[in-house]
């Protein structure tokens, strides 16, 4: 099922555990190959990793690191791929992404090429304060400049893997030929504590004669590759193989991308954004000036309690609110989904009055 040809699977329990043992291996990898020095990661500011010390540290937030004294050393952030809030005015996507990608390479240059050794993103930014859709040739420009400096790329699937994107994984989606992959969440749809790191041959095939050199490969978890967890994970792939679940998501993604993006004209939608089964609507007080709301408002969460309220989950990321239905919501159930949030934002609209 990976996106691209990968060699051996290591599991964990959870995404962060993933993401930590992805760092791991890629200063792991650059001693194996004989490249002690190329060991900073670039992760990007408002990415989400997880919760552990490494994961803290390539998540691009405040709130992860304030007070815990993240990031730690060799870890970078670099600009947020956030067209609607960070493009100059009048600038594309394709120019807002020609930007960053030569931001990044700026910044290799400036570290040195021969210092750093990994890449990671999201291919859909999910967790991190605000849902972003990365910008039209982002990817394509910023893994050119990855490849002009050995930069490995890993992919943090936790979110995007297993359908959500429209396809088996966002690096399909979006065009990603990582190194190695994380995954967690839907490879068990969620219901036992599982994640995965994929790895190419490129990288097995190094830390494995290094392993062998120094006799052992002192990285697991009690609980890897648990019978239990690894049970249910594959009883989910059979279910997402044998019941079509991937033509169902995209079968329906483009009515569920059309019902969102019927926001777009509201009064206070300043961006409508999404993909696959996907999406979020960035509030704003003033759409046209792109003026946010007053923070103390809490506009995002209060319009998610009014969602509530109509019975329909959705999740105030700032003042955007997301949603991500299961994978297996009907065109019926995807009517009702919006009818709901309808009546919310009626409510919404009248607690502003
Ligand atoms: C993209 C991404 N990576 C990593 C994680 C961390 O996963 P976990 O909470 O299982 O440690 C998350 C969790 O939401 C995530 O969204």
Same mark, same amino acid.
């Given at each position: ?5 990968? &060699? ?19 200063? /792991? ?13 670039? &992760? ?20 992860? $690191? ?16 956030? $067209? ?7 600038? #594309? ?44 040739? /982002? ?9 002009? /400096? ?21 690096? #399909? ?16 749809? %969620? ?27 002192? $990285? ?16 989910? +792939?059979?279910? /997402? ?6 033509? $169902? ?29 996907? %999406? ?19 506009? %995002? ?16 990321? %700032? ?32 607690? +502003?009055?």
């Amino acid at each position: 099922m990976a996106p691209v040809p990968m &060699s051996k699977v290591f599991f964990a329990n959870s995404g962060s555990e993933a993401n930590d043992t992805a760092v791991k291996l890629v200063w /792991y990898y650059h001693n194996a190959i004989g490249k002690p020095e190329k060991k900073k990661i670039i &992760s990007r500011r408002n990415a989400y990793h997880g919760v552990t010390v490494a994961a803290a540290s390539l998540s691009g937030l405040i709130t992860n $690191h304030r007070d815990f004294d993240l990031p730690i050393d060799r870890i970078l952030h670099v600009d947020c791929p956030h $067209h609607y809030r960070y493009a100059e005015l009048g600038e #594309t996507e394709e120019a807002f992404a020609t930007r960053l990608a030569d931001a990044l390479e700026q910044r290799i240059l400036a570290e040195g090429p021969d210092t750093v050794g990994a890449f990671i993103a999201e291919p859909v930014m999910g967790a991190g304060g605000v849902l972003v859709v990365p910008p039209a040739t /982002y990817f394509e420009k910023v893994q050119a400049v990855l490849r002009k /400096y050995e930069v490995l790329l890993i992919a943090d699937e936790v979110i995007c893997g297993f359908c959500r994107t429209g396809e088996m994984f966002g690096s #399909t989606t979006f065009g990603l030929r990582p190194d190695i992959l994380t995954a967690a969440k839907a490879l068990s749809s %969620g219901y036992v504590p599982i994640s995965a790191v994929m790895v190419s041959e490129k990288v097995h095939a190094a830390v494995a004669a290094n392993s062998g050199k120094i006799g052992t490969f002192g $990285h697991g978890f009690t609980y890897s590759g648990h019978p239990v967890t690894a049970a249910v994970a594959l009883e989910t +792939l059979r279910i /997402y193989e044998d019941e079509a679940v991937l033509a $169902h998501v995209q079968s329906l993604a483009p009515k569920f991308q059309a019902g969102l993006r019927r926001y777009a004209g509201h009064p206070h939608a300043g961006e409508v954004r999404g993909v696959g089964l996907i %999406g979020a609507i960035e509030l704003a007080a003033d759409p046209a000036k792109r003026t946010p709301f007053d923070p103390a408002m809490k506009a %995002g969460a209060r319009l998610a309690e009014f969602a509530l309220a109509e019975g329909l989950i959705v999740r105030a990321m %700032g003042d955007a609110v997301a949603f991500c239905p299961p994978l297996i919501i009907t065109a019926t159930q995807v009517d009702e989904m919006f009818e709901r949030f309808d009546r919310a934002l009626v409510r919404f609209e009248a607690s +502003l009055a």
